[in-house]
């Protein structure tokens, strides 16, 4: 039972600390010993610790196995169904995702050691790079974690550890170890943590650089020591080893005016004091097709990431007619979602062709890629969405050309219709 204060327990002990009922808050007695609150909440910490640790333990440890008809086409088709376009970019990680299951199912004992294939995704904003490793994550079996790269920092500065993306991909398997071992990882805006320029940098880059330091071992495949609750501010709590040997990571970013830096390898520009012209072979699109590591070098990535980093895919700008195919084909269409909030309230929605040809263009015409899409129909269904009233009957509300262009922002519209 817990003794509260008094005067007569004076003389009784925590067996732990030493402590006297004066000098806690609550002293449980047992049959021939007590125990303080506070050393009772450090036991608790000590027994969560060791659970962690033992949970690996209780995994299974049977060879891994394939998932049945999976190849990479099944994983292209899979994706097929969320992101449209893009094929050379979804053939490239449904092979290195594939590649990466077998690497799991290789025997140790043979000579021919299988390496990991690490993708580096390059592309614009608004072309698929995020969704194509969210549309993944719902198809696989392995542990899988979704980074942002921008919030990273060296060690011993303000910011999160590149360590947390470890501790991200334990949280999704409840701390199986043996199972995140096998995961994968997808490490987004890796363009944000370029450096300053191509020469070593002669001060601190805190949140460049030297994030791309602290990524090598990571990367390429150590024992890492994680912390469960992420950070390494805590030197009190237990860190759990973790190998990053099986783990593929799958990193991507816009690595916008990168199409300068190629343009002036092609020598696609007038050489002299005079302005640079226009691109003569290729236009800006096209060039982002000839990236190499020597570009992404000069762009601000060290040679020691980029070596670790060996597959390059380009995503390709989305067209007009893409635009108009994302709004309206993939299973989780930006119309289909709207329709079926305004089904939620016994409102029946339905787009014209034009009125989705006119929210296409307005995005494409803006630059404003997939991500424009929303925000456009946002602006246009405002209105709309504000009258709703559940109360009412069942009604039908259609979409044209004329209705768009009513009710679109005037900051989004580049030039007059």
């Known amino acids: 039972m817990a003794k509260k204060r008094s005067d007569s327990l004076q003389d009784e002990t925590c067996v732990f600390c030493g402590k006297t009922q004066l000098e806690v808050g609550i002293l449980v007695q047992g049959e021939n010993a007590s125990i303080c609150d506070v050393c009772i909440l450090h036991a608790h910490q000590i027994v969560e610790a060791e659970l962690l640790k033992g949970n690996a333990k209780k995994s299974n440890n049977k060879a891994f196995q394939l998932p ?10 899979y994706l097929d ?14 092979v290195a995702v594939y590649n990466h299951y077998k690497r799991l199912t290789e025997q140790k004992d043979n000579d021919v050691e299988i390496e990991k294939s690490n993708v580096l995704f390059i592309g614009p904003t608004g072309t698929g790079k995020t969704l194509m490793a969210k549309s993944l994550a719902k198809l696989l079996d392995v542990p899988f974690a979704i980074v942002d790269a921008t919030s990273f920092t060296e060690a011993g500065y303000v910011g999160e550890d590149v360590e947390g993306m470890l501790s991200r991909l334990l949280q999704s398997c409840d701390y199986d170890i043996l199972q995140a071992e096998k995961g994968i990882i997808y490490i987004d805006e890796m363009d944000k943590i370029s450096r300053r320029s191509e020469n070593p940098s002669l001060t601190k880059d805190v949140g460049g650089e030297g994030v791309q330091q602290a990524m090598l071992k990571i990367i390429e495949g150590a024992d890492v020591n994680v912390p469960p609750a992420g950070g390494r501010k805590h030197p009190e709590q237990q860190f759990l080893k973790l190998n990053t040997q099986n783990i593929l990571f799958i990193c991507g970013g816009a690595f916008d005016s990168l199409e300068k830096i190629i343009a002036k390898r092609l020598n696609t520009h007038v050489i002299g004091y005079s302005q640079v012209s226009e691109r003569v072979d290729a236009n800006e699109e096209s060039l982002m097709k000839y990236v190499n590591h020597q570009d992404l070098k000069k762009f601000g990535l060290i040679p020691e990431l980029l070596g670790r980093l060996p597959v390059l895919a380009y995503l390709e700008s989305l067209s007009k007619e893409s635009l108009m195919e994302i709004l309206t084909l993939p299973k989780n269409a930006i119309i289909k979602q709207y329709q079926k909030l305004f089904a939620m309230d016994n409102i029946q929605l339905e787009f014209k062709k034009e009125a989705v040809s006119t929210i296409a263009e307005l995005a494409f015409e803006n630059k404003l890629g997939a991500r424009g899409l929303r925000s456009i129909c946002e602006s246009v269904l405002k209105e709309a969405m504000f009258e709703t009233d559940r109360d009412k009957s069942s009604r039908k509300i259609t979409i044209d050309k004329a209705y768009v262009l009513k009710r679109i922002d005037n900051q989004l519209i580049k030039k007059s219709a």
């Open 68 to 77: 049945e008809h999976f190849s990479p086409k099944f994983i292209k088709n």
């Open 81 to 94: 169904l969320y992101v449209v376009g893009q094929d050379e970019a979804k053939k490239t990680l449904s």
